[in-house]
């Protein structure tokens, strides 16, 4: 079976083969309870194994492993950012995303786990198969080995069907990337008991709730390719204008406002249009922050806080530990804005600079930002998009959920997802750094690295579950 059909007949799958909806629901609730999990955040001092160096104030571990909270000086003349330091997590290992797919009675299905993350709200979320940092699957921890891992590393024991290094959040991390990836095998798999089979239209159906699958599940999804539905599995679909433009915007021979050339033209001149500098700064000379015994935080209470916490968790392969965490002021938002062009749905991305991005920009939804910063800014300086979005009417929304951000790194980090269908009367007009794209090209340009945002995956994610 080739990986597109595979992955589409999966993804129409609404009732899982292996597990059912309410077997999955009952097992979620269960695992909430089946280990001892406790987070509180302690002072900086409290924590084991990690400290401020003397001389730069960088936040580090004693192993040097792991990563480490230094300073980060941006210079820009671009006329929405100017020029800024901030703390910044440097991770410069690159992590694995794992899915391993087997077929059940002809239905490919996904194996996930419940985990627990320090920083999840509800502490456990479906989890990638592997999801894990180089330091912590090479037992520097010194705790128990990886479940899964085997399959992702080598001799490799299945069929790869998507592979690519892709970024972490630009805003919080420096040039940071994992491993996505999703192995196909054939042979039987032990079952774990925080472990489950579940279909690709089941977790689409998890993604309509707040919460519950998890960042890194979210992006490894947003990597898989699927084929436009035909014959009888098109006829299953609600025929409204909606789906049957988003069923085209999947197909590589329908019409798109730009060719992948131009794309690609586009985002390599907004590389080049600004200037873009960084420099390592010593966290202790970062101008605006301040460190207390139990944060670092801005002068003005916006962005984030870097804070310490103490974990407990039965079903980790490290049960007791501390670490930093980055723990972002107020619910952050993300939208994309959709519309149909000549019957096929094209979404408007944003070539948005931040500051860990790998190559300068990335593109972005057509609206990301946490309110509370920009509540005092002038009019000309607000995000674009952002009354339009706000404003929306509740017919105009596709989708509309809270999800988590990474658990690993980020404290009760939450941004509300929207995809808000604006209706063919709506300009195809584009600003200078943003353009209309279909579901296609922004699935090819996911065979690479370094193109789509953490957060337009996540969203890229949810649109797949509208149709």
Known sequence: MMPTRGFTISAHALTGTVTSDESLAAWLEEQKHANRFEVRQIEFGDMDGWHFEPDSGDLVHRTGRFFRVEGLQVTTDHPDHGSWMQPILNQPEIGLLGIVMRSFDGVPHCLLQAKMEPGNLNTIQ??????ATRSNYTRVHGGRQTPYLEYFTGPRRGRVLVDSNQSEQGSWFLSKRNRNVVV????????????????????????????????????VLACIPFEPPNGGRRAELDGGAYREALVGSLAA?????????????????????HLFVRRYVP?????????SAADISHEQGKYFKVVAVDVTAGNREVTRWTQPMFAPVGQGRVAFLVRSIKGVLHVLMHARLLAGCLDVVELAPTLQHN??????????????????VAGAAPEQIRYD??????????????????????????????PEEYRWMTVRQLTELLRHSSYLNI?????????????
Request: glycine share 6%; net charge negative; charged share 25%.
């Open 126 to 131: 479906l989890s990638p198969t592997v999801q």
């Open 184 to 219: 196909e095998v054939t042979e039987d798999v032990p079952l774990l008991d925080n472990f489950r089979w579940v279909t690709i239209g089941q977790l689409h159906r998890l993604l309509q709730q707040d919460n519950t699958v998890n960042m890194d599940t979210r992006t």
């Open 253 to 273: 021979d329908q019409f798109s406002l730009h060719g992948m050339d131009q794309v690609l033209g586009w985002l390599t001149e907004t590389k080049a249009r």
């Open 283 to 291: 966290l202790g000379s970062v101008r605006g922050w301040h460190r």
């Open 371 to 388: 309110p509370g910063n920009s509540a005092d800014l002038p009019a000309d300086r607000r995000p674009r998009f952002l009354d339009l």
């Open 401 to 430: 959920a809270v999800q988590s951000e990474e658990g690993g790194r980020f404290h009760h980090a939450r941004t509300r997802h929207q995809i808000i269908d604006v209706g063919e009367d709506f300009p195809t007009d584009e």
């Open 455 to 467: 957060e337009a995956r996540s969203l890229l994610a949810a649109l797949h579950t509208t149709w």
